[in-house]
């Protein structure tokens, strides 16, 4: 669900206090669209494409994953295809793996 090796790339390239700045503001921002994302927004393949890039930025493969299905269905005019509850499904079990380990690598020297 979460590739470590790419949060200890990013953390590697940023350093600690890189890493947390990105975090806190993956969280939030990120968590603004996947609220959005109940509500079935006009622009949901954009909402999609951003979660993706935000996702494997810092590691959330199985996340990435998913909402990179759903901006492919939406560019083929498949909206109605996309399984939203499972976005938000995906990402919240993906938070919880991922804040259990996060603090290795914010403390990380």
């Known amino acids: 669900m979460i ?9 590697s390239e940023i350093g ?3 890493f947390a700045e990105v975090l806190d503001l993956f969280l ?5 669209v996947v ?7 006009e622009k949901l393949e954009e909402e ?5 890039g935000s996702a ?13 299905d ?6 083929a005019g498949q909206q109605d295809l996309v399984d939203v509850g499972a976005v938000i499904d995906c990402y919240g079990r993906s938070k919880v793996q991922f804040m259990a ?5 914010c403390d990380a020297a």
């Not at 759903?70 to 560019?75: L, P």
């Open 48 to 52: 999609l494409h951003f979660l993706k």
């Open 16 to 18: 600690a206090d890189g």
């Open 28 to 32: 939030d921002e990120v968590e603004g």
């Open 35 to 41: 609220m959005r994302l109940g509500q079935r927004p």
């Open 3 to 11: 590739d470590w090796n790419r949060v200890a790339e990013l953390r």
């Open 70 to 75: 759903g901006e492919r269905k939406c560019a």
């Open 101 to 105: 380990r996060v603090a290795e690598f």
């Open 56 to 68: 494997w930025n810092l590691g959330f493969a199985a996340f990435g994953a998913i909402c990179q």
